[in-house]
């Protein structure tokens, strides 16, 4: 049962244009989201997060949205830049024993051409 | 420099050996997590621990083993009971408190058995 979807294994977007990548959830328990970006044979490195409680976050070029009645959030990259080219993961978290535990989606590959 | 180190970068095995993978942290943070990532999926749970020699199972614990006798070292072992072993595999560690979400990840290790 895969409680986060990415459902966009990839997406091709130009170079300073807006890139938005989309990620759904089906539990209604994640208390938090986060978005991570990974380079190949790299660990993820944290992007950007936002509270359930909250519908906007914004970080320099970096927006997360968050609309809890559809169960969906979106990364927002604007403008795009080479650099970004890198697989972006969305987690959910929820607490599990006193411990965070994310639930990752699969990951969409963004490329930026230039 | 605060930060996770995995160790080694790649690691060869012959099926039927039990092979163990480092992870060590600086970030004096309490809680550490072994994840997976095979190709077009997200990473997924193996094991987790919120406290020195006190861990738990995550989603796919079964053919693993781990142990946390000091808060900076939670080394990851592979049995030969894991049916699939070929992965990258991802340590990673937060801090404990209300509030704190992120998880900090090291660059991975690959591990390929044959």
């Known amino acids: 049962d895969q409680q986060v979807k990415q459902n966009s294994p990839s997406l091709s977007v130009q170079e300073g244009r807006i890139s938005i990548l989309n990620c759904d959830y089906t539990?209604?328990?994640?208390?938090?989201f986060l978005w991570y970006k990974k380079y190949p044979a790299e660990g993820p490195t944290f992007l950007i997060s936002?509270?359930?409680?909250?519908d906007k976050n914004e970080d320099g070029r970096f927006t997360v949205f968050l609309n809890k009645s559809a169960k969906h959030l979106s990364l927002h990259i604007v403008p795009s830049q080479p650099g970004d080219s890198a697989v972006y993961f969305c987690a959910a978290s929820a607490s599990l024993r006193g411990a965070q535990k994310l639930v990752f989606g699969q990951g969409t590959r963004l490329t930026i051409n230039p | 420099d605060g930060g996770i180190t995995q160790s080694p970068k790649y690691l060869f095995r012959k099926e039927g050996q039990n092979v163990t993978l480092s992870c060590e942290q600086n970030?004096?943070?309490?809680?550490m997590y072994w994840y997976r990532q095979d190709p077009g999926q997200g990473l997924r749970l193996i094991y987790y621990s919120q406290i020195v020699n006190d861990f738990q199972k995550g989603d796919i614990a079964e053919g693993y083993s781990v142990s946390r006798e000091k808060k900076e070292s939670f080394p990851l072992t592979v049995t030969s009971a894991q049916k699939n072993p070929t992965a990258f595999y991802l340590c990673?560690?937060?801090?404990?408190?209300?509030?704190?979400?992120?998880?900090?990840f090291g660059p991975g290790t690959r591990l390929t058995v044959t």
């Open positions: 936002i509270s359930s409680i909250k």
């Open positions: 539990n209604s328990m994640f208390d938090y």
């Open positions: 970030l004096n943070h309490d809680a």
């Open positions: 990673a560690s937060s801090p404990s408190g209300t509030g704190r979400y992120e998880q900090y």
